[in-house]
T-cell receptor, first 108, second 114 residues
Framework: AQRVTQPEKLLSVFKGAPVELKCNYSYSGSPELFWYVQYSRQRLQLLLRHISRESIKGFTADLNKGETSFHLKKPFAQEEDSAMYYCALSGGAQKLVFGQGTRLTINP | NAGVTQTPKFQVLKTGQSMTLQCAQDMNHNSMYWYRQDPGMGLRLIYYSASEGTTDKGEVPNGYNVSRLNKREFSLRLESAAPSQTSVYFC?????????????FGDGTRLSIL
């Protein structure tokens, strides 16, 4: 079975502090992992995917197959990063399994 | 270029009423999806259509039906609405050839069942 766990429903950090949103997955094969973000009053949109190995808006995420994790990190949080973040997994089928989401709040 | 368009944006129903949520995409994507979003539950897949003419159940299909009308349109029907179906519903589309490509989402439909 495919499962994605985001252990933190809420995360609050101060502006300029580092941010790490945790994501753990359960899947026996080679997963494709994504982070989606939903800003206030906006559509859910792709933030980044692991196969791209790119940094978007200062965020990076590394797939750790040993720990089955895909944590999202940013060294210096900005107020505009406040949003709902979802980790998602595709395990071969043409569909995604989403985690429960983490609401990130950046305090000034 | 509108991307994924959902109608209506808001709806209030009484228990037992029926309703169809509409979704259309203009990106020539072959796959379309319906999710529901509930607090603490994330997004859960209701049904999806990997290509025109096919539909498959997702994680929470009970109480719903879908129709892939053509390549552009994918509708979700509640035949007899129940309070447990109060949720925000999202439609998404994507390319599903080879590796899964990122999905594009609509604005959502906020549905309340009284």
């Amino acid at each position: 079975a495919q499962r994605v766990t985001q252990p933190e429903k809420l995360l609050s950090v101060f502006k300029g502090a580092p941010v790490e949103l945790k994501c753990n997955y359960s899947y026996s094969g080679s997963p494709e992992l994504f982070w989606y973000v939903q800003y206030s009053r906006q559509r859910l949109q792709l933030l980044l995917r692991h196969i791209s190995r790119e940094s978007i808006k200062g965020f990076t995420a590394d797939l750790n197959k040993g720990e089955t994790s895909f944590h999202l990190k940013k060294p210096f949080a900005q107020e505009e990063d406040s949003a709902m973040y979802y980790c998602a997994l595709s395990g071969g089928a043409q569909k995604l399994v989403f985690g429960q989401g983490t609401r990130l709040t950046i305090n000034p | 270029n509108a991307g994924v368009t959902q109608t209506p944006k808001f709806q209030v129903l009484k228990t037992g009423q029926s309703m169809t949520l509409q979704c259309a995409q203009d990106m020539n994507h072959n796959s379309m999806y319906w999710y529901r979003q509930d607090p603490g539950m994330g997004l859960r897949l209701i049904y999806y259509s990997a290509s025109e003419g096919t539909t498959d159940k997702g994680e929470v299909p009970n109480g719903y039906n879908v129709s892939r009308l053509n390549k552009r349109e994918f509708s979700l029907r509640l035949e007899s609405a129940a309070p447990s179906q109060t949720s925000v519903y999202f439609c998404a589309s994507g390319i599903s050839q080879g590796a899964l490509q990122p999905q594009h989402f609509g604005d959502g439909t906020r549905l309340s069942i009284l």
